[in-house]
């Protein structure tokens, strides 16, 4: 077995940079060679079918050689791999990333910084703040804005509702303590009072924030949606001011710039001033929407974001960067304290004449990688311009998108988009009657189908209780073309299957 010496061989550092430098282009070279040769975005290989493969290899066998490691990793991961670069990639919120990025994430992996403390980033450290700072400004938060990088929207929305819970405890006591009526009432007996109003189309990790916060589940109310799956604020107003009634204490209210199964932007003035009204923490999850944040076209679609107590950013969704890549921000910079722990051996707490920038005092993470160097170079090598003209294009092939999916018989779709999603369902002929049940397999077929194929990936979702399509488009390079040959391959799918099956069940229900 290899012993430490062959293990030194393989540490990076001084006298193995020329190891490294062939290592690393090997492994460029490799996935440059498989990229260019990727004719769909997926093979269709089943779990049943590249287990095996998987589970076959000897991890207490090493090979002993990058390139035959490079070769057998081919076989298992490159060879059936996912390609969201693909035009015909249309599922998740998954974007192609552009090379000024994945040039940022070769350098902060073989420099390995740490973002928690200035004595393991230094100019990282710096960096990351700035891009906060510009994040910030082009949101309009303030000078007293600050936030931090985060591994994505998910912990982005935890810790936003962690403040929020926290400042909102902070009222209650205060409130309590101005009035004189008695003792403060300790946070276990706050706690149970506090809710959360966001749309029914937001995103699940609200409700997840709140169980994880002590909060539970039904913490959280959903508020309705118009036609156009947007919050309705006369809703809103209504369950705020039941809230007040009651005695409950509204710690957030969450507004969705960029819904995940619609791309719904919620009316974001109106649902600040009700904020403003009755004083909640008002919270905008735009993981999806931020890249509006670059757009010299459609800035105007988030008017109102810079009104909020905290916002959700993922640049890895819509600024083209690779996973991972999110920032939750804050209005006002000291309500990042609820997140700070002094440890002695870490980050200990110093006099105001000698602070030391470490970013660990506004996390909930610890270690963390220098993502933010991915967009630093994104930014200095395109410019913010050229992301917001990418991200402008997908949301204009998503309108051409819809209007060739209203007028084309074989699909109804849901609503017209205003970022970048289509949402769909295949539909019979009108002269064929066919049970709502059935039209939902047949759909669900067609997804299936169209994965194994390898030649799309779409995805799918549910909307009033039957079974839908969806196009999530985040790639400028996939064309109308591109749509369309998948609307005909999904109706192919679809109309085959109905084809099977419609005769036995109209047999089963004459015999019935």
Request: aromatic share 6%; with cysteine.
């Amino acid at each position: 077995m290899p012993g430490a010496a062959d293990g030194r061989a393989h540490l990076f550092n001084d006298r193995t940079a020329e190891r490294y430098r062939r290592s690393v282009t090997g492994g460029v070279d490799l996935v440059a060679a498989t990229v260019a040769r990727t004719d769909r975005p997926f093979t269709g290989v089943t779990p049943a079918q590249l287990a095996p493969e998987i589970s076959g290899i000897d991890l207490e066998r090493p090979l002993g050689d990058a390139g035959a490691a490079l070769e057998e990793l081919k076989g298992v991961y490159l060879k059936d791999a996912v390609y969201f670069h693909h035009p015909r990639y249309l599922a998740h919120l998954n974007c192609p990333v552009v090379i000024p990025a994945l040039l940022g994430e070769a350098v902060l992996s073989a420099v390995n910084s740490s973002l928690d403390t200035w004595d393991q980033s230094a100019g990282g450290t710096l960096i990351e703040r700035r891009l906060i700072d510009w994040t910030a400004e082009r949101i309009g938060l303030g000078e007293a804005a600050d936030g931090i990088f985060t591994s994505g929207g998910t912990q982005s929305n935890l810790q936003a509702m962690l403040l929020a819970r926290d400042e909102a405890c902070k009222l209650v006591e205060k409130e309590a303590a101005a009035t004189g009526s008695g003792e403060i009432p300790p946070k276990s007996a706050i706690l149970p009072r506090l809710r959360i109003l966001t749309s029914e189309a937001s995103h699940f990790s609200i409700q997840k924030a709140a169980a994880i916060l002590g909060l539970g589940y039904e913490a959280v109310i959903p508020v309705p949606c118009d036609q156009d799956r947007r919050m309705r604020t006369v809703a809103l107003a209504r369950e705020l001011d039941r809230c007040h009634r009651e005695n409950q204490v509204v710690m957030a209210v969450v507004a969705t710039a960029g819904t995940t199964d619609f791309g719904s932007i919620d009316p974001l003035p109106e649902i600040a001033g009700l904020c403003a009204r009755y004083g909640s923490w008002l919270h905008v999850d735009a993981a999806y929407g931020c890249g509006l944040l670059a757009s010299t076209t459609r800035r105007h679609l988030l008017n109102g974001i810079e009104r909020a107590d905290s916002v959700t950013v993922d640049y890895h969704k819509s600024f083209f960067q690779p996973v991972s890549s999110s920032a939750v921000l804050v209005r006002d910079r000291a309500t990042l304290s609820h997140a700070t722990y002094h440890a002695d051996y870490l980050n200990p707490e110093r006099s105001a004449e000698n602070l030391i920038p470490n970013q660990v005092d506004k996390s909930i993470q610890t270690t963390r990688r220098f993502d933010a160097l991915k967009l630093w170079l994104t930014l200095r090598i395109m410019g913010a311009d050229a992301i917001g003209a990418l991200f402008d294009e997908v949301v204009d092939r998503a309108a051409e998108g819809w209007s060739l999916l209203d007028t084309d018989p074989r699909y109804e779709v849901v609503t017209q988009p205003q970022l970048s999603t289509l949402v769909f369902r295949y539909v019979p002929p009108a002269d064929e009657t066919c049970d709502p049940a059935l039209v939902d397999r047949a759909n669900l077929h067609a997804r299936e189908a169209l994965a194994a194929s390898g030649e799309a990936v779409v995805a799918g979702t549910v909307v009033d209780g039957r079974h839908y399509l969806k196009f999530t488009l985040l790639n400028p390079e996939t064309s109308l073309s591109d749509i369309a040959f998948v609307l005909d391959l999904l109706a192919e799918h679809a109309g085959q299957y109905l084809a099977l099956h419609i005769e036995p069940e109209l047999s089963h229900s004459r015999a019935s």
